[in-house]
């Protein structure tokens, strides 16, 4: 079953669209090109869309991008998806602030309620905890850690004993 054939387009003749398609590294952009590419070679939209696995309809609205705009109607479009509740810089300074926390603390952990309680008195949001995480993970910190040191703790008698300790065969 063969679709119609469109008229001609434009432009694209002046890509090689399988070249472009091999250096793209965006997952998006190279499907796009694989696309043109088979339209090149002479197949209709559909067995295009066919073959890149999409439907007929996306390649015909990649075609009218690319009809007017050129091969820069191909590139992602900003604005996909949620926007984030903290901003990137914003997101730093909440690493340093638990970072700082964590030096004052005599003892114990930092956990995910103390980090809430400082996000939401500063930006006024009310994050989830794996948004929470997410925005640590971004800032540079890490929650798998060791065991704290309780801050009463001798280190010298805890060697002691660990050397004196007979180990279970």
Known sequence: MRGRKAQPIPGLAEHDFAKLAKREKN??????????????DGKSFSEAARIVKVLPRTVITWISKFR??????LNEQSGRGRKRKIEENDEEAIGAAVEEMQKKREGGRIRGGDVHKIIEA???VNLSNGSLYRVLHRAGLSWITGRSQHPKADVKMQEGFKKTLKKKC
Do not use: S, T
């Not at 952009?29 to 694989?34: E, G, P």
């Not at 007017?68 to 109607?73: E, H, L, Q, V, W």
């Open 27 to 40: 997952a998006r952009k190279r499907i796009r090109f694989l696309a043109f590419a088979h339209i090149v």
């Open 68 to 73: 007017k705009n050129g091969i820069n109607a």
């Open 122 to 124: 500063h930006y006024g």
